[in-house]
């Protein structure tokens, strides 16, 4: 069973930010939060991972909350583009193993 | 980025007959892979880890007499899904793990399947 738990839906105005936020309560102290997003009809695509400190990239924030029982995915400037459902996923170090996906926040963006 | 690719893309096939879907990595080598189903607005459902040279691991539940899985060479997996029912019609989606420090795994495109 997946270990988090993501409100079903959202939405976001174009340019503005878009705050996604994901419980995993029961994480381990190994196990780190990924996110993921698929965009309709298509695969998962990844966005960002964490352990416990804050992460950037091109494409994404994800602000971890010190105990690592939440975290928050940011998406600066939604566009329409970002319309998609957002899956967090908790998960070990490696990527060889295997990612058990949650029923995800389906985020639509509009203009 | 790396690149997975799926064929067919998209498939109809009559009840009772089989169907092979084939996940490639294009640029990188991947022992492992996972192959996944999606139904109609539900989540990815992991089915299977596909190892090469061994194998692959059923997740519970999955039919590994039904949904057949060989992964003969380090960029290829193969699904076979066997005597096929309009209830195995889904989204199959597989992914590889990338290479080289890489934390992320990189999905193929989806195949959808219709039995009719």
């Known amino acids: 069973d997946a270990k988090t738990t993501q409100p079903t839906s959202m939405d976001c105005a174009e340019g503005r930010a878009a705050n996604l936020p994901c419980n995993h309560s029961?994480?381990?102290?190994?196990?780190?939060v990924y996110w993921y997003r698929q965009i309709h009809s298509q695969g998962p695509q990844y966005i960002i991972h964490?352990?416990?400190n804050n992460e950037t990239n091109e494409m994404a924030s994800l602000i971890i909350t010190e105990d690592r029982k939440s975290s928050t995915l940011i998406l600066p400037h939604a566009t329409l583009r970002d319309t998609a459902v957002y899956y967090c996923?908790?998960?070990?170090?490696?990527?060889?193993?295997?990612?058990?996906f949650g029923t995800g926040t389906r985020l639509q963006v509009f203009p | 980025g790396a690149v997975v690719s799926q064929h067919p893309s998209w498939v109809i096939c009559k009840s009772g007959t089989s169907v092979k879907i084939e996940c490639r990595s294009l640029?990188?080598?991947?022992?492992?892979m996972f192959w996944y189903r999606q139904f109609p607005k539900q989540s990815l459902m992991l089915m299977a880890t596909?190892?090469?040279?061994?194998?692959?691991?059923?997740e519970q539940g999955v039919e590994k007499d039904k949904f057949l899985i060989n992964h003969a060479s380090l960029t290829l997996s193969t699904l076979t899904v066997t005597s096929a029912h309009p209830e195995d019609s889904s989204f199959y989606i597989c992914?590889?793990?990338?290479?080289?420090?890489?934390?992320?795994?990189?999905f193929g495109p989806g195949t959808r399947l219709t039995v009719t």
């Open positions: 992914s590889a793990p990338g290479q080289g420090g890489s934390y992320e795994q990189y």
């Open positions: 029961t994480i381990s102290g190994n196990e780190y």
């Open positions: 640029d990188f080598q991947a022992t492992t």
């Open positions: 996923i908790v998960g070990a170090s490696y990527n060889t193993d295997k990612l058990i």
């Open positions: 964490g352990l416990k």
């Open positions: 596909s190892n090469e040279g061994s194998k692959a691991t059923y």
